[in-house]
């Protein structure tokens, strides 16, 4: 997606939280659909294999985190994995109607065509606010109540939205956020 001419905005990561309506042997779940499961670890995790991220973490009580590039791909992740729930008899056509899901973070990364000098802009931000400390990260960290996300700022024009509760409101808040910034670029 493009915000204005000038800046773009690309979705990374949207994370979703769901609860399956029955509780869930793991063990017996991983022999079943053939995944390790390490029983270190509170929940069974499902990666596909070109990836360092797991897709979806399951917990016995039914409860499950799913992870995918966008929204659109997160619904049909979820989708497809309700569907092999359903092949497998561990979920059945009226308990799936009844399983919530919503999205409960979106990553977006921004690219904006300037370079930021971050000591400068950690000050001119507001020290409440904004964390900069060079030695441990190369970003900014800028938090407030205005925005419900986290903005990572880098020096090269990057910047991170993360927390944001939809794609949508994360756009909203970065091209609100641009305004403050424009003093500085």
Not at 47 to 62: D, V
Not at 96 to 101: A, G, H, K
Not at 106 to 129: M, R
Not at 162 to 180: C, D, I, T, Y
Request: glycine share 8%; aromatic share 10%; hydrophobic share 40%.
């Amino acid at each position: 997606m493009s915000v204005g001419a000038e800046y773009e905005v690309e979705e990374t990561l949207a994370v979703g939280a769901g609860e399956l309506p029955v509780e869930v042997d793991l063990e017996i779940l991983a022999d079943t659909i053939g995944v390790e499961y390490d029983l270190e670890k509170p929940g069974l995790e499902i990666r596909p294999k070109e990836s360092r991220l797991p897709l979806m973490t399951l917990f016995t009580s039914g409860r499950l985190i799913l992870r995918a590039g966008s929204e659109d791909e997160l619904f049909e992740e979820f989708e497809g994995i309700l569907d092999g729930f359903e092949a497998i008899g561990l979920v059945d056509e009226d308990q799936r109607d009844d399983v919530e899901f919503e999205v409960s973070n979106s990553v977006l990364l921004a690219d904006v065509p300037t370079s930021f000098k971050l000591s400068t802009l950690a000050v001119g931000l507001g020290f409440q606010n904004a964390e900069y400390e060079p030695e441990q990260h190369s970003a900014i960290i800028y938090t407030t109540d205005e925005y419900d996300c986290t903005f990572s700022i880098f020096h090269n024009g990057k910047i991170t939205v993360a927390g944001s509760p939809s794609a949508e409101r994360a756009v909203e808040s970065f091209e609100n956020f641009l305004g403050e910034l424009e003093i500085w670029m």
